[in-house]
């Protein structure tokens, strides 16, 4: 896919995904720019779980492929990164992303819709964000279905949408309806910039607790989260946190044979 916006970050590929090679201003300059030339784009960000059913999933892939970039939200996907030469890989986290954007657009006036979570916990969001930031303008909200929509149901979105007129629509839908859900609605929406954020809607409102920074930087935010919801992500970690660990290192080492 081609993009006629703004610059995008330096990217190199971990198992055929190219992760931006940048940092949080980088992103969030390049955040700026598109709403400033009113361009469409849309942005992913992928932990481990996002690029190992990627494998597995070709929507999945075809979606994140598709997107403006993606960057690598899991500290194991940096560590693959830089095991790979990219030392100046960083992590940039869903949710501090959105923080982040969500104090510069207090400051900028760029205009915030949120489309995800359940509803008590949208509006807790809403409220927490404005508190955080005064001055931010979270022009509208939205408690999604959790499928596929109907393209009656996609033009009932975009309308909402649009009436609010936003310059960023976070989506915090979890992997990977949220990555099909951009690239399908992003031809029908005129925010300039779609950003996929998964659990961050969940952090950032309270309602799930996130793993201590020692934790994150250690790569073991999974056995925090474990710990916390064994019933519903027990399955994920069970299946694609040794495939993502096996497909990299494979790859690792034919790089190594082919250098």
């Not at 896919?1 to 995904?17: D, E, N, S, Y």
């Not at 500290?75 to 869903?94: C, F, H, K, M, T």
């Not at 959790?146 to 996609?154: F, G, I, N, P, V």
């Not at 073991?220 to 064994?230: D, G, I, M, Q």
Request: glycine residues 8%; contains cysteine; hydrophobic residues 45%.
């Amino acid at each position: 896919m081609q993009h006629a916006g703004p610059a995008r970050p330096p990217t190199a590929p971990v198992l055929g995904i190219p992760l931006a090679v940048g940092n949080y201003d980088g992103v969030l300059d390049w955040m700026d720019a598109a709403i400033a030339q009113r361009s469409r784009e849309y942005v992913c960000v992928a932990a481990t779980h996002t690029v190992a059913a990627a494998q597995e999933d070709p929507e999945l892939m075809e979606a994140v492929l598709a997107a403006s970039f993606t960057v690598p939200d899991g500290q194991p996907v940096v560590w693959a990164l830089r095991a790979y030469g990219n030392d100046a890989s960083e992590r940039i986290y869903g949710p501090e992303l959105m923080e982040r954007a969500c104090a510069r657009a207090a400051h900028t006036g760029a205009r915030i819709f949120l489309y995800g979570g359940r509803e008590e916990r949208l509006a807790e969001l809403t409220r927490k964000l404005r508190e955080r930031y005064p001055g931010i303008q979270i022009v509208g909200g939205h408690q999604p279905l959790y499928r596929a929509l109907s393209e009656a149901e996609q033009r009932a979105v975009a309308e909402l949408i649009n009436a609010a007129e936003p310059d960023i629509v976070w989506v915090g839908l979890g992997v990977p309806l949220q990555e099909k859900w951009m690239r399908t609605m992003r031809p029908q929406l005129d925010a300039p910039v779609l950003v996929g954020v998964g659990a961050a809607f969940d952090f950032l409102s309270g309602a799930v607790a996130q793993a201590p920074a020692w934790m994150q930087r250690a790569g073991l935010e999974w056995l925090f989260r474990l710990t916390h919801e064994p019933r519903r992500l027990w399955r994920r970690y069970a299946r694609y946190n040794p495939r993502f660990a096996w497909w990299v290192g494979r790859e690792w080492l034919a790089q190594r044979r082919a250098r």
